[in-house]
Nanobody, 119 residues
Framework: QVQLVESGGGLVQAGGSLRLSCAAS????????MGWFRRAPGKEREFVGR????????DYADLVKGRFTISRDNARGTVSLQMNSLKPEDTAVYYC????????????WGQGTQVTVSS
């Protein structure tokens, strides 16, 4: 079992920055690729980005490419999402998720953290 806890959400003005963190329990963090997702009000959950188990490969949704950066610290069991040049349309609940790579889907999810970008 892996428990994920996100933090760092809040209210920011358009053009500003926020850094989200996701802390994982257990000692197997490095066995999981990690993803960030978001769900805006009235919309489906959407993919934001993903980082491989070692941190060597990152992938981003086109909507955030060039503005958001994912990083991880396997020793600390954390994954971060640095969000720059935020736009009102980035307003959403942001979730981190862990993928062991066997089920074809993410295995564990955090509870989410709210990000609100004002115009």
């Amino acid at each position: 079992q892996v428990q994920l806890v996100e933090s760092g959400g809040g209210l920011v003005q358009a053009g500003g920055s926020l850094r989200l963190s996701c802390a994982a329990s257990g000692r197997t963090f490095s066995r999981y690729a990690m993803g960030w997702f978001r769900r805006a009000p009235g919309k489906e959950r959407e993919f934001v980005g993903r980082i491989s188990k070692s941190g060597g490969v990152r992938d981003y949704a086109d909507l955030v490419k060039g503005r958001f950066t994912i990083s991880r610290d396997n020793a600390r069991g954390t994954v971060s999402l640095q969000m720059n040049s935020l736009k009102p349309e980035d307003t959403a609940v942001y979730y981190c998720a862990a993928d062991a790579g066997f089920a074809g889907e993410y295995d564990y999810w955090g509870q989410g953290t709210q990000v609100t970008v004002s115009s």
